[in-house]
């Protein structure tokens, strides 16, 4: 069965660190890949999507994520976190072969200490 | 992108009762997706509803409990049946683009907040 494995479920940084969130999913063939974030009390909003094409992508707000075809992984980052940053990060996955139905991870829910 | 409105947006319903949740979407589209949101948790597809044939259920979603109508190319309806405690939640419309050889990002409606008591 198809399946999105997000590594890490809670994350606590302070501003200005690093920040990388890993994402790994079980589809074969042709996938579609998406990172969505969900601020406190907001609707989830897509931060970046891959589709084809250059695996490295950027997205909004400085987020950028690499696809890695060989160990089916398209981790999230971001190089200096910001306060307003402090929200849940969910990574999708759809593919033609589950119907493009997309599958989300369990979310890892960052907090940037200021 | 798509514009999906949800109604409505919010409800506080009596366990025992069943409430229908609407989904309109302005563009045809092929597939449209019902989605949970448990408090705190991640999203749990429920159900694909293509036009014209009935839905597809995923594992622990039954129709019994989630009927859902899929009339035409831009609407669709989840009924949350005998609603108990433990169906609160935050339930999406969700919609792909109709391309079959790539697919899209989902698009999400703005949800339904649904507090069973």
């Known amino acids: 069965a198809q399946s999105v494995s997000q590594h890490n479920h809670h994350v606590i940084l302070s501003e200005a660190a690093s920040l990388e969130l890993g994402c790994n999913y079980s589809?074969?063939?042709?996938?579609?890949l998406f990172w969505y974030v969900q601020y406190p009390g907001q609707h989830l909003q897509l931060l970046l999507k891959?589709?084809?094409?250059?695996?490295l992508v950027k997205g909004i707000k400085g987020f950028e994520a690499e696809f890695i075809k060989s160990k089916f992984s398209f981790n999230l980052r971001k190089p200096s976190v910001q306060w307003s940053d402090t929200a849940e990060y969910f990574c999708?996955?759809?593919?033609?072969?589950?119907?493009?139905?997309?599958?989300f991870g369990a979310g890892t829910r960052l907090f940037v200490k200021a | 992108s798509a514009v999906i409105s949800q109604k409505p947006s919010r409800d506080i319903c009596q366990r025992g009762t069943s409430l229908t949740i609407q989904c309109q979407v302005d563009s045809q589209v092929t597939m449209m997706f019902w989605y949970r949101q448990q408090p705190g948790q991640s999203l749990t597809l429920i159900a694909t509803?293509?036009?014209?044939?009935?839905?597809?259920?995923e594992s622990g979603f039954v129709i019994d409990k989630f009927p859902i109508s899929r009339p035409n190319l831009t609407f669709s309806t989840l009924t949350v049946s005998n609603m108990s405690p433990e169906d609160s939640s935050i339930y999406l419309c969700s919609v792909d683009r109709d391309n079959r050889q790539r697919g899209t990002e989902a698009f999400f409606g703005q949800g339904t907040r649904l507090t069973v008591v």
């Open positions: 999708a996955v759809n593919a033609r072969t589950g119907g493009f139905k997309t599958i």
């Open positions: 589809y074969g063939g042709t996938v579609n």
């Open positions: 509803a293509n036009q014209g044939s009935e839905a597809t259920y």
């Open positions: 891959y589709f084809s094409g250059d695996p």
